[in-house]
């Protein structure tokens, strides 16, 4: 994430469990935290909204949060591509109505999908699980 206080709550809610779980503060378009070292899984929650396709709230946090302000979706899968190990998955969540535009680009990125799963409540989100080809 490139913003910190967004780790430092990641890693808070991730202090019982006893698996070793790297967080990097970092702007995906140019890393200078990640190792440069592959992983065997990879977890986002991306900004959800496009450019132009949602109202973009007036605090900035919230803003870069939400809309894809400072990385678009194929920043997200361009990093994933270059991180996953061979034999590793990846899950993402947007919500629903971006599941078209993600099943292209997935296939662009030359990825699997493994399993899509639908959360159904207020805001319908789907979780992704894809691997690498």
Known sequence: DIQ????????????DISENINFFVDDIKSPKNIPNENYDLIFGN??????GKSRISP?????ISRNE???EMDDILRLI???????????LIY???R???????????????????I??????KFIAEFIGC
């Open 4 to 15: 910190e206080n967004l780790i430092n709550l990641a890693k808070k809610n991730m202090i």
């Open 46 to 51: 991306p900004p959800f909204f496009q450019i």
């Open 59 to 63: 605090i900035y946090e919230r803003a």
């Open 69 to 71: 302000i400072l990385c």
């Open 81 to 91: 591509k270059n991180k996953l190990s061979t034999s590793g998955k990846s899950y």
């Open 95 to 97: 919500p629903e109505f």
């Open 99 to 117: 599941l078209e535009e993600f099943q292209k680009k997935i296939l662009m990125f030359n990825f699997r999908i493994s399993n899509i799963t």
């Open 119 to 124: 959360i159904q409540n207020t805001k319908n």
